[in-house]
């Protein structure tokens, strides 16, 4: 499965910014979809995760409530929708595909990855 993620960029604390991760692949709809975070310097973390169906999703504490995962299977694309932004939220983006469970928040339980897209927060 090959994945692209778009839609990062430079924005102010407190904005908004909506990534997308689309693939070409028709077995999408196969594959919990994931969102990853790596900040300069530290490791990849855990953002958002949700099932093949779309009925349940999971988020770390430190975006709970500000961001939405979504996807349309239709359309083979995944979403991040984040909403008031903080600086510490700087980093790249990755989105990946996982053939296992869609409650799993390590990277090691992610077989597919996209490339990552940069979103910069300004305070």
């Known amino acids: 499965v090959q994945l692209q993620a778009s839609g990062g960029g430079l924005v102010q604390a407190g904005d908004s910014l909506r990534l997308s991760c689309v693939t070409s692949d028709y077995t999408f709809s196969k594959y919990v979809l994931g969102w990853f975070h790596q900040a300069p310097g530290k490791e990849r973390e855990f953002v958002a995760s949700i099932s093949r169906s779309a009925r349940r999703s999971y988020y770390s504490d ?62």
């Open 62 to 123: 430190s975006v709970r409530g500000r961001f939405t995962i979504s996807r349309d299977n239709g359309k083979n694309t995944a979403y991040l929708q984040m909403n008031s932004l903080k600086p510490e939220d700087t980093g790249v983006y990755y989105c990946a595909a996982s053939e296992n469970f869609s409650d799993d928040r390590s990277p090691a339980d992610y077989n597919y990855w996209g490339q990552g897209t940069q979103v910069t927060v300004s305070s």
